[in-house]
Antibody, heavy 116, light 106 residues
Framework: EVQLVESGGGLVQPGRSLKLSCVASGFTFSNYGMNWIRQAPGKGLEWVAYISSGSSYIYYAETVKGRFTISRDNAKNTLYLQMTSLRSEDTALYYC?????????WGQGVMVTVSS | DTVLTQSPALAVSPGERVSISCRASEGVNSYMHWYQQKPGQQPKLLIYKASNLASGVPARFSGSGSGTDFTLTIDPVEADDTATYFCQQSWNDPPTFGGGTKLELK
């Protein structure tokens, strides 16, 4: 069974940093591109970042480019999102999701709240 | 970015057929996917590449369309289908989502 489990969220002040993790199981993690997708409270879905299976290709949404860094450790089956210079508008539930055709598996999400 | 437009909400009775539309601001070939999100849960892939049923999804769900106009159909609707449905395109960069259609049962 494919499982994606996010962690690392919490309450953080504007301008500070936070690092999210997503541990994968039930599939060969190193064979798949991975994504972070977020959902602000009561809002729709926004793709945030993508990393290819071997980390050769990395893409970001314009709203986070230069502030967020996606990375992965295939030996640990883990995806990361380093978030810096956080803003109130980054407040959201952050999901990791596998790239199949579409986003075929999602984690349960981890909440990030940016507030003073 | 490619903007995907969905109707905000629909209300139908169990047993009826419902069609949820998604219109793209530019062509996306057949690279439109549909997700179901129930309250408090993560999105779940229902349909990929416009018309292909994802694994484990009941055959009551179907998808159609190409280019800029796409439709998700549920026939017949069941009480458990109460959820928000999102379309998403992966043809143009960046990938984008529609605003979601909230399906309520009468």
């Amino acid at each position: 069974e494919v499982q994606l489990v996010e962690s690392g969220g919490g309450l953080v002040q504007p301008g500070r940093s936070l690092k999210l993790s997503c541990v994968a199981s039930g599939f060969t993690f190193s064979n798949y591109g991975m994504n972070w997708i977020r959902q602000a409270p009561g809002k729709g879905l926004e793709w945030v970042a993508y990393i290819s299976s071997g980390s050769s290709y990395i893409y970001y949404a314009e709203t986070v480019k230069g502030r967020f860094t996606i990375s992965r450790d295939n030996a640990k089956n883990t995806l990361y999102l380093q978030m810096t210079s956080l803003r109130s508008e980054d407040t959201a539930l952050y999901y990791c999701a596998r790239t199949g055709v579409g986003f075929d598996y999602w984690g349960q999400g981890v909440m990030v709240t940016v507030s003073s | 970015d490619t903007v995907l437009t969905q109707s905000p909400a629909l209300a139908v009775s169990p047993g009826e057929r419902v069609s949820i539309s998604c219109r793209a601001s530019e062509g996306v070939n057949s690279y439109m996917h549909w997700y179901q999100q129930k309250p408090g849960q993560q999105p779940k892939l229902l349909i990929y590449k416009a018309s292909n049923l994802a694994s484990g999804v009941p055959a009551r769900f179907s998808g159609s369309g190409s280019g800029t106009d796409f439709t998700l159909t549920i026939d017949p609707v069941e009480a458990d289908d109460t959820a928000t449905y999102f379309c998403q395109q992966s043809w143009n960069d960046p990938p984008t989502f529609g605003g979601g259609t909230k399906l309520e049962l009468k």
